[in-house]
């Protein structure tokens, strides 16, 4: 029988300490001090690490093979039609029933330096699975500095065309979940367009500015103030192209700051986009890590990404994987207190 045993990994540097987990290559934690010192644990999680077998809200874990949504899990692949799996109203959504969040990954290495330290896990995805082409093999590292960056890179190559966008599912709450919600953090996010979205939550294939509505985060502003404006989604679950990083270089895409505790988040990324999800069904079911029941508005995830549904929009990024070819990206959370 296989042991369903989950084993985590504690990387230290200064006052931040994080937690990664064999399963999902997940982020279990993430503890930082605030401005006089009080070290909390910034992202939401489960209190014992079995319960990451189930991790419906995608707490910490890496999604993919490709994450968000690709509509009716169907996409045209050098004239055949591929068939993914559908687990989200008919559509596929961030890998399908038993993505990547879902899998026992390999550590491949432990790295200690001078200056920081990490881990290399690797996951190798079969040819078929949740109906995707290619034996993909994957490795994600996670590699902390004592200046408190957190390193992702993320490599990837198959042996057959695939679609791949892999990113880092963590919701976070800088107030370590003291405030139950995250209406008070101030955001900034580095994009001046967002990719409009239909009802099923699917691009229309628009690139559209956010100014003038309540997605418009491109100077410092509080979450809460017009959240209330986004009923449909019942919160902010929007992808953003952001201005930086259209030449594929490392740049900033977004600053979260909570200015009760001080605690601030930058997160840099090469990605294009950055989907931006207020945990708007959360429903207080899950009492996490901290001791408290992670309510709606709960806390932030701040996904680095391709855009959703790419394959199927001409006009949006290449997200084909191709034989030869090694998918390469980098994404980086700086914590600071201010
Ligand atoms: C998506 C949401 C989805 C959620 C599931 C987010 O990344 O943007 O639409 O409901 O993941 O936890």
Redesign the pocket.
């Known amino acids: 029988m296989l042991s369903t045993e989950v084993c985590e990994y504690v990387l230290s540097r200064g006052s931040v300490r994080v937690g990664i987990l064999d399963l999902g290559a997940t982020l279990s934690f993430l503890e930082m001090p605030d401005r006089k010192g009080q070290v909390k644990n910034i992202v939401a999680g489960f209190p014992h690490r079995e319960l990451y077998w189930q991790n419906?809200?995608?707490f910490g874990c890496i999604v993919g093979r490709y994450?968000?949504?690709i509509g009716e899990g169907r996409l045209q692949l050098d004239g055949r039609v591929v068939q993914l799996s559908v687990n989200n109203d008919g559509n596929h959504?961030?890998g399908g029933f038993e993505g990547l969040h879902r899998k026992r990954w390999r550590p491949q290495s432990l790295i200690e330096r001078d200056d920081a330290s990490g881990i290399v896990l690797e996951y190798m995805s079969p040819d078929g699975e949740e109906g995707y082409p290619g034996n993909l093999r994957i490795q994600v590292s996670y590699v902390l500095d004592g200046a408190g960056r957190l390193y992702m890179d993320y490599i990837a190559v198959s042996d057959a065309a695939t679609p791949v966008s892999l990113t880092n599912?963590s919701y976070f709450n800088l107030s370590g979940f003291e405030n139950p919600v995250i209406d008070d953090h101030l955001l900034r996010i580095f994009a001046s367009r967002y990719t409009e979205k239909n009802g099923a939550?699917l691009p229309t294939g628009r690139l559209l500015p956010v100014k003038g509505t309540p997605l418009d985060f491109t100077a410092l502003r509080s979450i809460g103030e017009r959240i209330g404006q986004l009923s449909r989604d019942q919160g902010y679950?929007h992808n953003y192209v952001l201005d930086g990083s259209l030449a594929g270089e490392l740049s900033v895409a977004a600053e979260l700051y909570d200015p009760d505790s001080g605690r601030q988040l930058r997160i840099l990324t090469d990605r294009p986009g950055i989907?931006v999800?207020t945990a708007?069904?959360w429903d207080g079911s899950v009492v996490g890590s901290q001791g408290v029941p992670y309510g709606r508005h709960g806390a932030i995830?701040l996904?680095t990404q391709a855009f959703p549904d790419s394959p199927n929009q001409p006009g949006f990024p290449d997200t084909i994987l191709r034989p030869g070819e090694v998918y390469r990206t980098t994404t980086i959370f700086q914590m600071n207190t201010k």
């Open positions: 419906d809200y995608y994450a968000n949504r959504l961030h599912h939550n679950d989907q999800y708007n069904w995830a996904e």
